[in-house]
């Protein structure tokens, strides 16, 4: 891997400080096995919860009789509908989605009871002996459809520059996206334990535990205070634990037993209960002057939201923002679609709507290259937007580093891999096994360049709380915030030792009552604004010790003037505690105006991925040699992790190119389980080099970015480029199936 | 019923439902390190060495593991040390969130007891069972790597 040199100097020396790569401080515990996620959690006299789940796309329920479950030695509670203590629907944006089914199902496997029993296979028996008498009703699920009939949730209408111009070289395509699962190993967990007063602790795996909060006790009809949420350790997230599945259940299975209850999903379930990255069906049609100048792009998105809202109006939002790529255009006319369906609800994935239009309008730049007769990278430069440029869709003055024309320059110019497969057959396309051989392997490369917001948009009031305290041993950092294996825990320490030069530095995850919101993980946020907030109440705490002290620099060991130690840190808290909360906030962003025209997002980040794949045409089968990138950084804080960051986001890219996909038919999920959903193994994965471009971000501390999404955005469209370029087929649709390669 | 297992080195005696699986048995005893990750044999986050071999816990059943020798990830580190590949687990950046740890490390056991100088391609084709979600398998396979030389040159 290599780096281009940073700006930014670092304030103070000190071991595991910025720019290095410490071991995570919760690594020792997970490599013992000791580490407790939220499916190890254990309380004493404990019950197990289960749910009962619609078996059809969309039902009238005629009956529930819980007697049958009831009548099973050791089954406590059956709870529906008509037992939820307060607010009946629950929801981020629009609370549009029944905590339990109201009288109608309108997605398969939405929870239409949960049950309460002595252990878990008790509670599974008595899910399934729960009677529900549905009757079968029309579903809607071609979104196409769901369009022509008015039920949407959101329609985007981005128009800028004058419809009236038009270019010499135009290219239409129409692409299409499938539906696509987060699969993080942990399935959904929790344990609700009631506190005998009315209140109730929950202990969940989230992404956002106060936004959790708010949604829970609302429907469990009681005072704030009264709910609690703690984040207990977290199996993977990239989405989806950004809304609410088992919470409320747990809760009102506790508070109706008063005993505690645990709930594990299974991977079917978890299937089910959570939202998925949105299926897309997009036309584009771009026009450019024979030079290459792209001038006109017309596009028109549909994002299927399936039956509740959850975040599809974000999601469509940012399809319709970052249609046309990180690109000048003089005219843009993007329409956006979020449709209502009785399919499963789609919501929050890594990439988050930027990673479907990518797809799109870099099919159309290779399109685009190839009727103008140029190379496609030079395409690309000839169009790349830079930093004060004006974002063609939103008319945005983009600030902070967009470093884009050196993003593609330095991925264009790292070396390529030998040709060819080499004389193992272990590494042809299909394996060993298959029948293909080296003659028949052809090699192709593809490029991709993709780009999205940092952080909540749309004037959002995004901020995230974060305690420091100084002790007499070191520094205690606490926050609210999800670590959701990325390595925020690191990098929270990391910032808060160079920021005040002391090493030990403790980091607690906290309560929704010990601290206010951290904001959700997600939209690549954390490291700015979690870690924006550890740096400013860092430097105050650091500021007040000296203030005391009379001056000097400080560290572990205490106030140093000249090399010696002149108040050791328990002298300067002698006189009182030194602790500081602070709420960080971005800079502040806009809402759109009707036709999508605001300063909408507060910051954003570039990456570009090159895809080398080898080929057998005729069996259709793929392999993905080698998959580079160049990724906009601005600061890397903790090089390994990064680094870690861009090799798991590539492979979930590869997954979305060549292998996964939730097939659905008639809303209906065919395909729940790890033997038919397939996920990329240690022999699908590609090779990954990388180049960190260091550009100091506006209000990323130390100059960082949020690093996670952009792996993701590109890659996909980066390995279907390299397969068209292999075959000379179009591919227009993400997963690519073995039956598209070979023609059938 | 009853099912009698060694389980790093301690003879415990665990109940046991008909339908139990030897996971179900391990997590039961407070071994929770036997991730369960799909049930099915998929994802190989269960992984733990029934009598030396790395087998998914949550396809065999319980009854039969009866009096076979079981190493979980909790019986990997002794005297308060790390076995070699948890030291390179973590070293390599190989752990995020951590769920496919205990069955990676179990998985890459087995295969360094038979093969203590593996080449890439060995590693690949004895870890193709396990999925990791987050950083994907370039760490895992320099940890592997790595601990295979920590193993060699006496290093734990």
Redo the contacts between chains.
């Keep these: 891997m290599t780096t281009t040199p940073t700006a930014v100097p670092t304030t103070t020396a000190v071991a595991g400080g910025i720019g290095t790569s410490p071991l995570r401080p919760d690594g020792i515990p997970k490599v013992r096995g000791e580490f407790a996620f939220s499916g190890d959690l254990h309380e004493e006299g404990m019950l197990w919860g289960a749910t009962v789940r619609s078996p059809h796309a969309r039902a009238r329920i005629l009956s529930i009789d819980p007697a049958p479950a009831l009548a099973i030695p050791g089954v406590h509670a059956v709870l529906t509908q008509d037992d939820v203590p307060g607010r009946k629907t629950c929801g981020q944006a629009v609370k549009d989605q029944p905590v339990l089914a109201d009288g109608e199902t309108r997605f398969w496997g939405e929870p239409v009871a949960v049950v309460a029993a002595d252990d878990a296979e008790t509670a599974a028996r008595a899910a399934a002996a729960v009677a529900v008498r549905y009757e079968p009703l029309d579903a809607l699920t071609d979104p196409g459809e769901a369009e022509r009939q008015g039920s949407v949730f959101r329609t985007m209408h981005v128009v800028n520059g004058d419809p009236d111009r038009r270019g010499e070289v135009v290219v239409e395509g129409y692409y299409e996206t499938g539906t696509i699962d987060q699969a993080m190993l942990g399935t959904e967990a929790g344990l609700a334990v009631p506190d005998g007063e009315g209140g109730v602790d929950l202990y969940v795996a989230t992404q956002w535990i106060h936004e959790d909060h708010e949604q829970l006790y609302a429907s469990l009809g009681v005072e704030p205070g009264a709910a609690r949420i703690h984040l207990s350790g977290i199996g993977g997230a990239f989405g989806a634990r950004e809304d609410l599945t088992l919470q409320i259940h747990l809760c009102m299975l506790a508070l109706h037993t008063g005993r505690p209850v645990k709930m594990v999903l299974d991977r079917a379930e978890s299937f089910a209960a959570h939202v998925h990255r949105h299926p897309s069906r997009m036309w584009y049609r771009h026009e450019a002057d024979p030079d290459g100048t792209l001038v006109r792009v017309e596009a028109k998105l549909i994002f299927d939201g399936g039956a509740y809202q959850t975040t599809s109006h974000a999601v469509i939002a940012n399809g319709a923002y970052f249609a046309m790529g990180p690109y000048h255009c003089e005219s843009v006319d993007v329409v956006g679609i979020a449709t209502r369906t009785n399919n499963p609800p789609n919501g929050a994935m890594r990439g988050f709507g930027a990673v479907q239009v990518c797809f799109a309008y870099e099919a159309q730049m290779d399109k685009l290259a190839a009727a103008l007769g140029m190379d496609p990278i030079d395409l690309r430069l000839r169009n790349a937007l830079d930093a004060g440029d004006r974002l063609p869709t939103t008319g945005q003055v983009i600030e902070g580093a967009f470093p884009v024309a050196e993003v593609i320059r330095s991925l264009a110019a790292m070396p390529l891999p030998d040709a060819g497969p080499g004389g193992d057959p272990r590494h042809l396309p299909g394996g060993a096994g298959l029948t293909t051989t080296a003659a028949d392997i052809r090699r192709g490369v593809g490029f991709a360049v993709g780009f999205k917001n940092i952080a909540f948009a749309e004037s959002f009031d995004d901020y995230a709380e974060a305690r420091v305290t100084l002790t007499p041993d070191g520094l205690l950092v606490e926050t609210a915030a999800a670590e959701v294996g990325q390595g925020m825990v690191t990098v929270l320490q990391q910032i808060a030792r160079t920021a005040t030069g002391i090493e030990q530095v403790e980091v607690a995850f906290v309560d929704t009552a010990a601290i206010g919101s951290a904001g959700s993980t997600s939209a690549s946020r954390q490291t700015q604004m979690t870690g924006g907030a550890v740096l400013e109440a860092a430097e105050a705490v650091r500021d007040e010790a000296l203030r005391r002290a009379g001056g000097g620099t400080l560290s572990g060991e205490g106030v140093l003037r000249d090399g010696v130690v002149v108040a050791t840190l328990a002298d300067v808290l002698a006189e009182g505690p030194i602790t500081e909360l602070v709420r960080f906030r971005h800079p502040p962003t806009t809402a759109p105006s009707e036709t999508g025209q605001g300063d909408l997002h507060a910051g954003f980040s570039v990456a570009a991925h090159r895809a080398v794949v080898d080929v057998d045409p005729d069996l259709g089968l793929v392999r993905v040699v080698q998959v580079d990138t160049a990724q906009d950084v601005g600061k890397a804080l903790h090089p390994a992790a990064l680094v870690g960051q861009l090799e798991g986001g590539i492979l979930q890219g590869v997954g979305m190119a060549v292998m996964e996909e939730l097939r659905i038919d008639d809303g209906v999920v065919r395909n729940a389980s790890f033997t038919d959903y397939l996920l990329p193994t240690i022999l699908d994965a590609p090779d990954v080099e990388a180049v960190l471009i260091e550009e100091p971000d506006h209000w990323g501390p130390f100059g960082a970015k949020g690093v996670g999404e952009p792996p993701t955005i590109s890659s996909t469209a980066a390995v279907v480029a390299a397969i068209r370029d292999a075959t000379g087929r179009d591919l227009t649709r993400a997963p690519v199936r073995p039956e598209d390669v070979a023609g059938v | 019923m009853k099912v009698t297992l060694t389980v790093n080195g301690i003879r415990r005696d665990a109940d046991a439902?008909p339908?139990d699986s030897l996971m179900d048995v391990l997590r039961g005893l407070g071994?929770?390190?036997v991730?369960?990750?799909?049930?099915?044999g998929?994802?190989g986050?269960c992984a733990v060495l029934v009598d030396g071999a790395a087998v998914n816990a949550c396809l065999v059943f319980a009854a039969r593991s009866e009096g076979k020798a079981i190493t979980?990830?909790?019986g990997?580190?002794t005297e308060g040390s790390?076995h070699a590949l948890?030291?390179a687990?973590?070293?390599s950046?190989a752990?995020?969130?951590?769920?496919?740890?205990?069955g990676i490390?179990m998985t890459a056991a087995e295969l360094l007891e038979k093969n203590p100088e593996p080449t890439d391609?060995e590693?690949?084709?004895a870890?193709?069972?396990?999925?990791?979600?987050?950083?994907?398998?370039?760490?895992?396979?320099d940890a592997i790597r790595s601990a295979a030389e920590m193993l060699r040159e006496g290093r734990r």
């Design positions: 439902a339908g071994l929770t390190s991730k369960n990750g799909c049930d099915n998929d994802c986050s979980t990830l909790e990997m580190a790390l948890q030291t687990m973590l070293e950046g752990v995020q969130c951590g769920f496919c740890t205990p490390v391609r590693i690949d084709e870890m193709a069972g396990n999925f990791c979600r987050c950083t994907g398998y370039t760490k895992p396979r």
